[in-house]
């Protein structure tokens, strides 16, 4: 068996590896502008994180700080024998005076990024009476900065500068297409070509391109360049960016070019040049889409397929259907919004939870988007939910395509598996009248055989019809009574369930129980059981707006929890909420 000397030995070692790899993560360094500085001097001291974070100054011991902190960032871009690096750092910087003379240690700041957090080191500072203001000062981003110390001091030897011209440096915005459709993408590349020197870029901004809609395309950290050959010129060819655009509006439209500010090594032995370079700025001829779309025209171009799911076809009343529309295929999809659909008003519906699977690559963005819709059926009966259409403009046909799915037809049944036919109003005049006049036949007819019984026997109908109604009422009394009782069988059920782990059984005996209780205790029937009806009925009988909006609010998290696979919900916070809010209820009517 191993010694428990040698388990801990172990875990140090993962422990130890652990930091190591932790630390490799994010690199955290403090500089200063100078070593050596006088006491009355103010410098600055810098903190640089290679990713963005929360910054935490430390407590200095031997300085006091003037000011308060300044944030920025600098991203650079440096080319070297053909090999480009693209680095960014964070920089928190704070302005230091000393409090009295010696040998001090700057403190280390730290900086948590997630859910690790990093220390930079201390750096040493001397602290003299004279004042060292004249300190030579370096900026963040001079990658030749040791050549011209090497340079300083022997001008005989610097050899006449190479002159750059726009030939050979230059920047270029290439465009898979000059000539769409109006919402059609296509790919922009912005590029950089050099002869063959080494040079860094300082500073670089791309621009925002108005009148698209801008998809990225992720680009490597580490880029190698590639070579293309210009008007018999070989170039080095380095891709900064990538993107996708959809022009949003038709006519001639003008990409917004882009500049860098590029610091040129030519030689060894020759200082370095700052050259600026601007691009090019191509105008892409957008042409519009014919006129007359149909009216389920949703600003798409491209190609799609359309899929509509119902887990079935028949239904109890209150309790949800999953109804979901998924459409696949190529183009804009993250600009498609929500689909205009009319369904039945006996349905409560949600807004849809939308699930977006896509990619975005230089051949466009492809995948599929699908509308989860949340419906609740409030009465029984037949229902027709509604014919779906989707149309685009088809790039290949040019034209417009139309996807149909059919309406659906369902069933609504109520718990004891009756089903009440909601849509009456086919019933003509005639037929009305009809009913009319056999009804009063019927209570004609009734009023003879009455008459024929006599006395007696009317009080023996007038007798049994009293006990009748009387026992009727002690029954709703005795429901309206037993309705908190029967509630709680409901929820420790349902506790039982949520101890099981068994969420949907779960969800399903609080729904069945609320639902339960408003129709016998609030005596709402079970066709009449909207949202609405229960925040009226509730209000009517003296229950505070705050607890109704809670009992509400319980009814639909316990829905949304059952039937919506992405939530979320505390099921033991549901719970509980349950318990307090019908005891708030029955305290109050």
């Known amino acids: 068996m191993m010694k428990m000397k040698h388990i801990f030995l172990l875990m140090g070692v993962f422990l130890l590896f652990s930091i190591m790899g932790m630390s490799q993560e994010v690199n955290f360094t403090t500089s200063v502008a100078a070593k050596k500085v006088g006491v009355t001097d103010r410098f600055q001291v810098t903190y640089s994180s290679s990713k963005q974070g929360q910054f935490i100054a430390p407590k200095y011991k031997n ?12 991203s650079s871009v440096n080319i070297v024998n053909g090999q480009m690096t693209q680095t960014q750092t964070f920089q928190y910087t704070l302005v230091l005076q000393p409090i009295k003379t010696g040998v001090f240690e700057v403190e280390g700041a730290k900086i948590k990024v997630e859910k690790a957090t990093y220390e930079s080191k201390s750096v040493e500072v001397e602290v003299v009476e004279e004042s060292q203001a004249r300190q030579r000062r370096r900026s963040s981003f001079d990658p030749f900065g040791m050549m011209d110390e090497m340079m300083r001091g022997m001008p005989q030897s610097r050899p006449r500068q190479i002159e750059i011209t726009d030939k050979d440096l230059f920047a270029k915005i290439s465009v898979s297409k000059g000539n769409v459709m109006k919402g059609e993408g296509f790919l922009v590349t912005y590029k950089v070509y050099a002869r063959d020197f080494n040079f860094g870029i300082e500073n670089y901004d791309f621009p925002t391109q108005e009148d698209f809609w801008t998809e990225n395309i992720k680009t490597p950290e580490q880029i190698k360049p590639t070579n293309e050959i210009l008007d018999g010129v070989r170039y080095q060819v380095f ?73 079935s076809d028949s239904f109890v009343v209150n309790e ?53 819709y949340l419906l609740i059926p409030r009465k029984s009966g037949k229902f027709s939910l509604p014919e779906v259409s989707f149309t685009y403009f088809d790039l290949e046909s040019k034209s417009y395509k139309t996807i149909l799915h059919p309406a659906q037809e369902i069933v609504v049944t109520n718990p004891d598996g009756s089903a009440e036919m909601v849509d009456d109003s086919s019933e003509t005049e005639e037929e009305r009248q009809s009913d009319a006049n056999t009804i009063s036949l019927d209570l004609n007819s009734l009023w ?23 026992g009727k009422e002690e029954t709703e009394e005795e429901r309206r009574k037993n309705a908190r009782k029967k509630l709680s069988e409901k929820l420790s059920i349902a506790k039982l369930h949520l101890e099981k782990n068994e969420v949907s059984q779960f969800y399903n005996e609080i729904l069945v129980g609320l639902n339960k209780y408003v129709n016998e205790k609030l ?42 696979p992405l939530s979320n919900q505390n099921n033991e916070e549901i719970y509980e909420k349950s318990l307090d809010v019908i005891e708030e209820i029955e305290s109050q009517i």
Do not use: C
């Open 320 to 372: 949800p259907i999953d109804y979901t529309i998924h459409i696949s295929g190529k183009g804009n999809l993250k600009q498609l919004s929500q689909l205009e659909i009319d369904f039945p008003k006996e349905l409560e519906v949600y807004d849809p939870e939308i699930d977006n699977k896509l990619s975005v690559s230089e051949s466009g963005v492809k995948g599929g988007k699908s509308f989860n």
């Open 448 to 470: 003879i055989g009455l008459a024929t019984l006599g006395v007696l026997g009317l009080g023996i109908v007038l007798f049994l019809f009293i006990s009748k109604r009387k």
């Open 523 to 564: 005596g709402i029937e079970t066709s009449k059981m909207t949202k609405q009806t229960i925040r009226q009925t509730l209000s009517s009988k003296g229950v505070g707006k705050e607890t109704t909006d809670s009992f509400v609010e319980v009814l639909e998290q316990s829905e949304m929890a059952k039937y919506a």
């Open 239 to 311: 891709t900064l960016k990538k993107e996708l655009l959809f022009p949003q509006k038709s006519g001639e439209l003008k990409l917004n070019s882009f500049g860098i500010k590029a610091r040129i090594q030519t030689s060894p032995f020759s200082s370095p040049l700052t050259k600026e370079v601007k691009s090019n700025a191509p105008v892409i001829k957008v042409n519009p889409l014919p006129k007359n779309a149909p009216s389920s025209f949703v600003n798409q171009v491209g190609s799609y397929s359309m899929d509509v799911k119902m887990a």
């Open 63 to 74: 300085f006091k700080q003037v000011g308060g902190v300044s944030r920025g960032s600098n």
